[in-house]
């Protein structure tokens, strides 16, 4: 089992939809969960990052986390043709190292 | 000016050769990452240093070796390159915050190719 699991899509959504994405972990004393953006052949651009169970909310995107569960998402609300890219989730892990899932693509379909 | 920049940002050699990428940031940070990406394998730990005295081995060091030279600089060497470390090179700073310890930020990456 992957440390840091995502489904590599690609996830296709109609503009102006919800589009959501799941994330799942291995290790249950990791700390703190980061969602980051990579357009395709640039770097990876942090967008969100939470450490509390429940939901945080910045702008369009919320992320929601379940410790229990050991499951993060990133909900995206109003998707834009612009939001198409591959997401990362990374785990800070009780070892101290960040750990990247192998990244959703999300197309947005005008 | 971009905080983390890395040189070169493409670059072509032969198997065999001698190769260094090289990382500057003016973030101020004290830890800096290197990371290599593979199509389908996301981003792999390679090196990574919380200051100019400590290195440490990520997941996948073998065939790499770094250098940090000041807290600002930070440099990946392949000492004999082979064709399946072509791949996206990618550094990486921190500054560890104990309330949501590690977040990293990204240079623009460098594309290598080995022939």
């Known amino acids: 089992q992957k440390e840091v699991e995502q489904n590599s899509g690609p996830l296709s959504v109609p503009e102006g939809a919800i589009a959501s994405l799941n994330c799942t972990y291995s290790?249950?004393?990791?700390?703190?969960f980061f969602w980051y953006r990579q357009y395709s052949g640039k770097s990876p651009e942090l967008i969100m990052f939470?450490?509390?169970?429940g939901d945080k909310e910045d702008g369009r995107f919320t992320a929601q986390l379940n410790k229990a569960s050991q499951y993060v998402s990133l909900l995206i609300r109003d998707s834009q043709p612009s939001d198409s890219a591959t997401y990362l989730c990374?785990?800070?892990?009780?070892?101290?190292?960040?750990?990247f899932g192998q990244g959703t693509e999300l197309s947005v379909k005008p | 000016d971009a905080d983390v920049t890395q040189t070169p940002r493409n670059r072509i050699t032969k198997t065999g050769k001698r190769i260094m990428l090289e990382c500057s940031q003016t973030?101020?940070?004290?830890?800096m990452y290197w990371y290599r990406q593979d199509p389908g394998l996301g981003l792999r730990l390679i090196y990574y240093?919380?200051?100019?005295?400590?290195?440490n081995k990520g997941e996948i060091s073998d065939g790499y070796s770094v250098s940090r030279q000041a807290q600002a600089k930070f440099s990946l060497s392949l000492e004999s390159a082979i064709p399946n470390q072509t791949a996206l090179y990618f550094c990486?700073?921190?500054?560890?915050?104990?309330?949501?310890?590690?977040?990293?930020?990204f240079g623009p990456g460098t594309r290598l190719t080995v022939l």
């Open positions: 939470i450490y509390s169970n």
């Open positions: 240093s919380f200051d100019v005295k400590d290195i």
């Open positions: 290790d249950r004393g990791s700390q703190s």
């Open positions: 973030k101020g940070h004290d830890r």
């Open positions: 990486a700073t921190s500054d560890f915050d104990i309330l949501i310890t590690d977040t990293q930020y």
């Open positions: 990374a785990v800070y892990n009780q070892g101290g190292k960040l750990i």
